[in-house]
């Protein structure tokens, strides 16, 4: 079946410009996550939304960085008013409920200017 | 200290050889431990997990945890150049929401033909 897909694959903004990041899971996976990797990083836990409860926020590193789930589903991270040290490749894992595999997309190069 | 460390290497072992990865945590309380794999510019997929002490088999891999120690190690028998990656320790550390990972930055092997 289809794994978890992000969009854009690439992404060069300018110091300031608003971003969205998109996450479609992996069909049924109640669980999902961004994470944020840096050059030579390992990963860098961001938020996590499971069905409908209260996402965990505890990993954003400012209030530039949002997150929303619609429907269960797709998810959006956006990044408001960018700055350089933002720039870093963003993933989203999804996981199905009673499991711990998460299961990871192909990222978000995200490129600052 | 970090919750997750690894050395960030690069390691590097001949063709054949064993590679040995290491990582220790600092939360004595953690359960759920998992190695990652990911080629460079792509995204990390899960090859091991582990939560009993002792060794965990699955063909050339071996994942051994040892929770008095807090360490947990993988070992590649019979490297190949294929093998060649960055791997992640990531840990499911108790003071952390349900079902969050901790990741390690990793460590980086080179299998040399």
């Known amino acids: 079946g289809a794994g978890v897909s992000q969009s854009p694959s690439n992404k060069v903004t300018e110091k300031g410009k608003d971003v969205e990041l998109r996450c479609d899971p992996i069909?049924?996976?109640?669980?999902l996550y961004w994470y944020r990797q840096s050059l030579g990083q390992g990963l860098e836990f961001l938020i996590y939304f499971q069905g409908n409860s209260a996402p965990d926020k505890s990993g954003l590193p400012s209030d530039r960085f949002s997150a929303e789930r619609t429907g269960g589903s797709v998810s959006t991270l956006t990044i408001q008013r960018t700055q350089q040290e933002d720039s870093a490749v963003y993933l989203c894992?999804?996981?199905?409920?009673?499991?711990?595999?998460?299961?990871f997309g192909p990222g978000t190069r995200l490129t600052v200017l | 200290q970090k919750e997750v460390e690894q050395n960030s290497g690069p390691l590097s072992v001949p063709e054949g050889a064993i590679a040995s990865l290491n990582c220790t945590y600092s939360?004595?309380?953690?359960?759920?431990f998992f190695w990652y794999r990911q080629y460079s510019g792509k995204s990390p997929e899960l090859i091991m997990f582990?939560?009993?002490?002792g060794d965990k088999e699955d063909g050339r891999f071996t994942a051994q945890l040892n929770k008095a120690s807090q360490y947990v190690s993988l070992l590649i028998r019979d490297s190949q150049p294929s093998d060649s990656a960055t791997y992640l320790c990531?840990?499911?550390?108790?003071?952390?929401?349900?079902?969050?990972?901790?990741f390690g930055s990793g460590t980086q092997l080179t299998v040399l033909p």
């Open positions: 939360d004595r309380g953690s359960q759920s």
């Open positions: 582990i939560y009993s002490n």
């Open positions: 990531a840990v499911k550390v108790s003071s952390g929401s349900a079902r969050q990972l901790t």
């Open positions: 894992a999804s996981r199905q409920g009673g499991y711990n595999e998460q299961f």
């Open positions: 069909s049924g996976h109640t669980a």
